[in-house]
């Protein structure tokens, strides 16, 4: 039996701009990597806690595209939308991001695949929102353990 | 014949975050502004400078949708995409906002449609990214006089 590897997840707050600025490592090339956040099938087999049930709604990770998703758990339910930008194959995937706790809050996300040889990719996803004191909240919300659960769930994925 | 009265478009930066803020009155209804805002054959006869030639590749404008336009002059072309990631009727469009030839820069946008009675509306249009540099650059770039024109059309548009 294989463990996945457990690289560490960064997270860290700008000290000039209201964003937040998230780096993890992945044992996969980046081809890979880009698949697990675009196919819907294997998106929901990673995204957010464990303890979670994660229902698509729609997925259609394109330029132009968009998503709807929802987190339950213990009756509860979270649901979760955006737009996709700009989808680059293996580079860039631009979005928005949307609680629907919080319908007037947005973040503007990029994620960033960067290659780092030897079947490895660097992921550098920033989250951009229009106050410090609503990024600070989100980051004290608990979206740290979501984040590094989710990265974790990700690594076996990517090592099956 | 009659004139288009002409407000005064207010355009702002932010001391504290990257962001741009546009503010204008119209002498009409919020339904009527917005739908000026969705409605691509109404965007086309309004949307930038009057020297430059519209021409809208889609207008998508819903929850989800996206848009692509181009403006034409002296046989150059400037293109410009984003994706609607909200529309709420008469309310609120939020969007983001690339030109083609910064593919790497994005902002979010937010439109809010204000109904100050007697038939007016205050529409407040933010701009954000994620760097006070590139905001500056945006607002030094000669931004103003297209919105501000813009605007003027929108006017003679809406008094018609």
Redesign the interface.
């Known amino acids: 039996m294989t463990t996945a590897s457990t690289h560490q997840t960064e997270i860290a707050v700008d000290p ?4 937040v600025r998230i780096t993890r490592e992945f044992d996969a090339p980046p081809a890979k990597v880009f698949r697990a956040h675009t196919d819907p099938e294997l998106v929901a087999q990673w995204l957010g806690p464990r303890r979670h049930e994660m229902r698509i709604d729609h997925y259609d990770c394109r ?4 998503y709807r998703y929802i987190h339950a758990s213990d009756g509860n339910e979270f649901g979760f ?6 989808v680059r194959p293996a580079e860039l995937i ?1 979005q ?1 991001f ?1 609680f629907d706790g919080q319908p007037d809050g ?1 973040a ?1 996300e ?1 994620l960033i695949f960067e290659d780092l040889g030897d079947g490895r990719t660097r992921l550098t996803a ?1 989250s ?1 929102v ?3 004191e609503d990024r600070d909240a989100f980051v004290a919300s608990g979206m740290e353990e979501g984040v590094r659960e989710g990265y974790e769930r990700l690594d076996e994925l990517l090592a099956g």
């Open positions: 000039n701009v209201p964003l330029t132009g595209g968009s939308h955006g737009s996709f930008h700009e631009v928005t949307t947005v503007l990029k920033t951009l229009d106050s410090f």
